[in-house]
């Protein structure tokens, strides 16, 4: 508990413009996958398959995180080495205060570090977060909503689709995805989300994201990292 109340304190010094609002967009007209064309749908099939075959990636952006009464803004940088490991970093922009997570997604183990008292070890990472922080964070599934796709760890949900073909909006493990701005497709990189929100009601938790930058080529090792 002395744990939660440390950082709770240090969150309610996060400046509140963190995440800039925006003006609300013009009604998107969700399409079924069905409803779309056949070029259209190999079209993203071909983007799902790029994110597959690229599974280091990693981005920089800005975060406000609430779960019930806790909440905050944070500047993020998540790091993925592959499909298994991640790290991700949560910095206040006033304090600076850092807090670092870094997971394996296949066992759901993790370690929570800028805590008061050290580093803390935990056999699921979400429950770690959560005792921590009182947030709940889909860790699990973020890796793969974020590039815009079902997450292939869960059960399978259904997606509604923009008028460009591009996932629109994901329902998934009670949470739903809605894809807000993305950025083109640039080179031989496919279309990626810029903007998103992650909602799951039943748990009264959300999850908005502002990526200001995508890398996909190479990162550091988990081992360089924890040098």
Same mark, same amino acid.
């Not at 398959?49 to 406000?64: I, K, V, Y």
């Not at 080495?81 to 993790?110: C, K």
């Not at 929570?112 to 709940?136: H, K, N, Y």
């Not at 590039?147 to 329902?171: K, L, N, S, T």
């Given at each position: 508990?002395?744990?939660?109340?440390?950082?709770?304190?240090?969150?309610?010094?996060?400046?509140?413009?963190?995440?800039?609002?925006?003006?609300?967009?013009?009604?998107?007209?969700?399409?079924?996958?069905?409803?779309?064309?056949?070029?259209?749908?190999?079209?993203?099939?071909?983007?799902?398959?790029? &994110?597959?075959?690229? +599974? %280091?990636?990693?981005?920089? $952006?800005?975060? /406000?995180?609430?779960?019930? *009464? !806790?909440?905050?803004?944070?500047?993020?940088?998540?790091?993925?080495?592959?499909?298994?490991?991640?790290?991700?970093?949560?910095?206040?922009?006033?304090?600076?205060?850092?807090?670092?997570?870094?997971?394996?997604?296949?066992?759901?183990?993790?370690? &929570?570090?800028?805590? +008061? %008292?050290?580093?803390?070890? $935990?056999?699921? /990472?979400?429950?770690?977060? *959560? !005792?921590?922080?009182?947030?709940?964070?889909?860790?699990?599934?973020?890796?793969?909503?974020?590039?815009?796709?079902?997450?292939?760890?869960?059960?399978?949900?259904?997606?509604?689709?923009?008028?460009?073909?591009?996932?629109?909006?994901?329902?998934?493990?009670?949470?739903?995805?809605?894809?807000?701005?993305?950025?083109?497709? /640039?080179?031989?990189?496919?279309?990626?989300?810029?903007?998103?929100?992650?909602?799951?009601?039943?748990?009264?938790?959300?999850?908005?994201?502002?990526?200001?930058?995508?890398?996909?080529?190479?990162?550091?090792?988990?081992?360089?990292?924890?040098?």
């Amino acid at each position: 508990m002395k744990y939660r109340l440390a950082l709770a304190a240090s969150l309610s010094l996060l400046m509140a413009g963190c995440l800039p609002t925006r003006p609300s967009p013009p009604p998107v007209t969700v399409v079924e996958a069905g409803d779309l064309s056949p070029e259209t749908r190999q079209a993203e099939a071909e983007r799902g398959q790029w &994110l597959r075959t690229h +599974p %280091g990636w990693s981005f920089q $952006g800005r975060a /406000a995180i609430s779960s019930g *009464r !806790q909440g905050g803004n944070a500047r993020i940088d998540w790091r993925q080495w592959d499909d298994r490991n991640y790290m991700v970093e949560l910095i206040a922009p006033v304090t600076r205060q850092t807090w670092r997570l870094t997971g394996n997604a296949h066992d759901g183990s993790g370690r &929570l570090e800028g805590m +008061p %008292g050290g580093p803390r070890d $935990g056999e699921l /990472a979400v429950v770690l977060l *959560r !005792q921590a922080t009182g947030w709940d964070i889909p860790l699990e599934l973020l890796p793969d909503w974020v590039r815009g796709m079902m997450a292939a760890a869960a059960q399978p949900g259904r997606v509604g689709y923009d008028a460009e073909g591009r996932p629109y909006r994901i329902r998934q493990m009670g949470w739903a995805v809605e894809f807000q701005e993305w950025y083109p497709a /640039a080179g031989d990189r496919p279309a990626l989300p810029r903007r998103l929100e992650a909602r799951n009601e039943f748990i009264d938790a959300k999850v908005r994201l502002l990526i200001d930058q995508w890398n996909f080529q190479a990162v550091d090792s988990v081992s360089d990292e924890r040098e």
